[in-house]
């Protein structure tokens, strides 16, 4: 099965040159591309692609991305929610630990996942701590230094 990274491409590059009208058609038009994809997980993937729906000017609707500029200023707000949020960074091997402030966990969490960083997995969130599950080969250095490209303000040490 192809990689997270290379459907979300897919999908992008699918909808800036087709006609997308649903999701049942976009499923199919993956599935040509070669991936094996459950609806559930295209949802998720729409979602964080900030997919949305736009009038065609006739009697229907077509799927549409978010502009550079849109994006920009979203990552901007997700750069500002994890700031807010976070305590601390650690790692061992496979995990990242993210301390926060309590409550503040789901939105460094959401934060994390919208990032779309190659580097992890998924993301659990408690009241006041988060845990990202590192790909394999990937080092909490690895992670930290993309991070940081995101994030030039955070303020941990690698």
Known sequence: MKERSERLK?????????RIESQDELLRELTKEGFDVTQATLSRDLKLLKVGKVSDGHAGYVYTLQ???????????????????YVSIDWNATTV????????????????????LDEILGTVAGDSCVFAALRAGVSGEDFMKTLKK???DLEEDL
Do not use: M, W, Y
């Not at 897919?10 to 087709?18: E, Q, R, W």
């Not at 849109?70 to 700031?83: A, C, K, P, T, Y």
């Open 10 to 18: 897919a999908i992008k590059k699918l909808i800036k040159n087709n």
């Open 67 to 85: 502009s550079d500029e849109d994006r920009g200023e979203s990552e901007q707000i997700f750069v500002q929610d994890f700031l807010r949020g």
């Open 97 to 116: 630990v993210i301390k926060t402030f309590g409550g503040h966990a789901d939105a460094v969490a959401n934060a994390l996942d919208c990032l779309n």
């Open 150 to 152: 995101h994030i030039p």
